[in-house]
């Protein structure tokens, strides 16, 4: 390991260390609290370097996208729970009367809302916040399903997160052949009616 990386790795743990040790956080960061998994909670977020929640005050399943956003999670199916469903938090309610369309990357940024700290809210409005839990596929990944052995079956697509199949018009073996190589099996080569069958 060379010596640059190795004080990289040194600072970049000392200041995590010294950041835990503060209870700093930063400014419009997030985190779920009080679900059963990493992907459900009560949405808190940091100001003046301290945790809060947020009210749920004209929430949307879009805000939720926001917040799954945020996190790092998938978007897609992200729904919300009103009135502190995952228990009343302490401390300041941070903001209120959120407002995101779904495409924006920071809740406290990008999405209107209420002047932080300034609401007409108790913590039984807690918003809670369900991301999707799963990754479900990679997107332009394709498999076959329902065939009667492997290598067989219908053909599916990932398209964002979500398995789909492909129409049949205008197909040719051509096609076929790239789906099979791109399934590592050279031995299909035929289709019928979007069905895949070993030569
Ligand atoms: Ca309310
Ligand atoms: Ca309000």
């Known amino acids: ?3 640059l990386l190795r004080i990289l790795i040194a600072v970049t743990f ?4 010294i950041k835990q ?3 700093d956080c930063d400014l419009g960061a997030l985190q779920l609290v009080n679900g059963s998994s990493i992907f459900e909670g009560r949405v808190e977020i ?3 370097n301290t945790w809060g929640t947020i009210c749920d ?4 399943d879009a805000n939720a996208q926001v917040v799954c956003r945020q996190l790092g999670f998938s978007t897609i199916g992200a729904y919300y729970h009103s009135n502190a469903y995952y228990g009343q938090g302490n401390g300041s309610i941070i903001l209120d009367n959120v407002h995101c369309d779904g495409t924006e990357a920071s809740l406290i940024q990008q999405c209107s809302h209420s002047n932080p700290l300034s609401h007409n809210c108790g913590h039984h409005e807690d918003i809670g916040v369900v991301c999707p839990s799963t990754h479900n596929c990679t ?3 394709i498999r076959l399903v329902d065939g009667s052995y492997i290598g067989v079956g219908r053909l599916e697509i990932c398209i964002d997160n979500e398995w789909g199949t492909v129409c049949d018009n ?5 096609n076929a052949q790239v789906v ?4 590592g099996q050279n031995r299909l080569t035929r289709y019928q009616g979007g069905i895949f069958f070993v030569n």
């Open 1 to 3: 390991m060379s010596v």
């Open 14 to 17: 000392s200041s995590c260390v």
């Open 21 to 23: 040790a503060l209870g």
């Open 46 to 48: 940091c100001y003046n």
């Open 57 to 60: 005050d004209n929430w949307s």
């Open 139 to 141: 997107h332009g990944s």
């Open 170 to 174: 205008g197909w040719t073996n051509l």
């Open 180 to 183: 099979c190589k791109q399934l």
